[in-house]
């Protein structure tokens, strides 16, 4: 008894294991010798002008494996509740493009086939594949079921708003094109917590279905507005016994049938995380994938927030570090008056950096969307600098920085980002060391290892006389470095010269990014 007890308290406090030390972030033999780098391959508008997205996503895979990139996180896959959906209106999770429901058979995205062939495809260069698993709501029943339900506050959803009433809520799933195939399940108004929408009166509000049965909001949810259960359209019940095992079966399913090996989670902050763990947990046990690649979206720029999350989540995934994105944005928009040196503080890559999941920008951030955040040109490349060549966090890269688009892409910017991304495949290895200048200077040393020779980058975000004006940062890239000359990467112009104690004074034009690497014998002719 007193050895089970030890045991149990020694369980209890044991540290839990930073996901990017054990989970998959590509291919084994990819990573020998490489940096793990992931791309999300979409932008919420796109749309290719003549081949469907999964046949771009499959003409692009030679170039992405080329440019380093080692997993893809692709847009969700399920059929949506409209034709052009993104799936994020996720209407059957089992359709993957191939049954005549909602008014198409493919998706968004294209067919079944054409995914199944992209992932081949994929996994042929080396590249491992992330599914976006929507799994805090569904959108676009096939028809609508009457029961009680109270309405709350839009601002405290545990605040009734009017009395309990009979509604009619869109709650019944029946599949009529795919039928019994893959999954048996039928949803229905007890597997839903709540619904946005009462067709009985035509009246859009926040229902708690009250129903016989029915347990309320659950408590493990984010608590902001009270209660952060409900997120929109109509709210899953993860704590019903059937919900829970066709999400699981889902889980497993998903990854043998497109051979992905891992996953993107959306919305954490509204799904039970009781549940989400065991999901986790119960996935990776089913499909033997002890090493299966998981990143958690917890939108929020407080860390103070995101810590709890963290710590309940025992090491089963990383998170986005979406406060390192909110101090990117907030430098874009303060531009000068921004302190560079404090660019990392209160960041999950600050405080963990082996549970963080490190971006500039994605679909949501956009201009125009739900969680507009966009960081502006005037600081993209320097943002790009620190999460692809610093050497603490896992980089996501954003399609639509890279690839022509109407949502904000820019030329110069995306060849400025293709030249960083070279940067960390060539250079980006070794320990970091910071050189926190000033205010509207800093740098950091790379150091090399045993087989890549590291590189100085130097960032700034000074405005005034950016033209002209030139930074001057005196660091130390190594003694096994002296009396090498390094060369300028992002220009093609500039040397420096490394003394006997492996100083050089290295320089950058301001509001600008430089990267310096050490001149190869055949480039000094």
């Not at 929408?197 to 708690?208: L, M, N, Q, V």
């Not at 560079?340 to 969307?369: C, M, S, W, Y």
Request: aromatic residues 12%.
């Amino acid at each position: 008894m007193f050895a089970k007890l030890i045991s149990w308290i020694a369980e209890a406090f044991q540290a839990a294991p930073a996901p990017l030390t054990y989970m998959r972030l590509g291919p084994a033999e990819r990573l020998k010798d490489a940096n793990p780098l992931m791309i999300q391959f979409f932008t919420w508008d796109c749309l290719h002008p003549s081949l469907s997205w999964w046949k771009h996503f499959e003409a692009e895979i030679p170039r992405l494996a080329e440019l380093g990139v080692t997993q893809v996180w692709l847009p969700p896959p399920n059929k949506a509740a409209e034709p052009k959906g993104r799936g994020y209106d996720a209407y059957d999770l089992w359709d993957l493009g191939e049954f005549d429901q909602k008014g198409t058979i493919k998706t968004r995205w294209g067919t079944r086939e054409e995914l199944l062939q992209a992932c081949k495809v994929a996994k042929e260069h080396g590249i491992d594949i992330l599914i976006d698993a929507v799994l805090n709501h569904k959108l676009g029943a096939d028809h609508v079921e009457t029961f009680q339900a109270v309405p709350v506050q839009a601002e405290n959803r545990l605040k009734t708003a009017g009395p309990a009433r009979e509604i009619q809520g869109w709650t019944a799933f029946d599949y009529p094109g795919r039928g019994d195939k893959y999954s048996e399940m039928r949803w229905s108004r007890e597997h839903f917590t709540g619904v946005d929408w009462d067709h009985k009166t035509k009246t859009k509000a926040i229902y708690r279905i009250t129903a016989p049965g029915h347990r309320g909001w659950s408590k493990n949810v984010d608590s902001e507005l009270g209660n952060y259960d409900f997120l929109l359209g109509i709210d899953i019940d993860h704590r019903h016994a059937a919900v829970k095992e066709d999400l699981i079966s889902w889980g497993k399913w998903i990854l043998e049938t497109t051979g992905a090996n891992g996953f993107r989670l959306d919305a954490i902050k509204h799904i039970d995380r009781k549940f989400m763990l065991h999901w986790i947990q119960e996935t990776r046990r089913r499909s033997e994938m002890k090493d299966m690649f998981v990143v958690s979206e917890y939108w929020s720029g407080n860390l103070k927030l995101i810590m709890p999350y963290i710590r309940a989540f025992k090491g089963e995934t990383a998170f986005f570090d979406v406060p390192l994105h909110m101090n990117f944005n907030q430098a874009s928009r303060e531009r000068t008056r921004y302190d560079l040196r404090r660019i990392l503080q209160n960041t999950i890559v600050g405080t963990k950096p082996d549970d963080a999941v490190t971006f500039v920008d994605n679909h949501d951030t956009v201009e125009g969307q739900s969680l507009e955040s966009w960081v502006g040109d005037n600081f993209k490349i320097q943002a790009y600098a620190i999460i692809l060549l610093r050497g603490h966090g896992y980089p996501c890269l954003f399609y639509g920085d890279l690839y022509p688009n109407k949502e904000g892409y820019n030329e110069n910017t995306a060849r400025n980002i293709y030249l960083l991304i070279e940067a960390r495949k060539n250079f980006a290895f070794g320990p970091t060391e910071d050189y926190l200048a000033e205010k509207n200077c800093i740098g950091f040393v790379r150091k090399g290892n045993a087989t890549h020779q590291g590189c100085a980058v130097i960032l700034s975000n000074r405005d005034e006389g950016s033209s002209t004006y030139v930074h001057e940062l005196r660091m130390n890239v190594g003694i096994q470095n002296a009396g090498m000359t390094f060369k300028s990467h992002m220009t093609q112009h500039g040397r420096v010269e490394i003394d006997a104690a492996g100083w050089g004074a290295f320089s950058c034009f301001a509001n600008n990014v430089q990267v310096w690497s050490k001149l190869e014998e055949d480039e000094s002719a």
